[in-house]
């Protein structure tokens, strides 16, 4: 048996998925308390959620 496992997800990874959550999150509620929509707060936060998941990888080396 191995004592130090290897990560499920590298360093790097979990700092683009941390900050993806957190903008969806940030977009969906700014577009909430504006719209009064959770349909239109839902879709927002996850278009803003894919937006930075494809762009931070490349920001982030």
Do not use: H, W
């Amino acid at each position: 048996m191995d004592d130090n496992p290897a990560p499920l997800l590298s360093q790097r990874a979990a700092i683009i998925l941390t900050m993806a959550v957190a903008g969806g999150i940030g977009v969906g509620v700014l577009t909430y308390s504006s719209e009064r929509s959770l349909a239109k707060a839902a879709i927002a936060g996850l278009v803003a959620f894919g937006t930075c998941m494809m762009g931070l990888p490349s920001l982030i080396g």
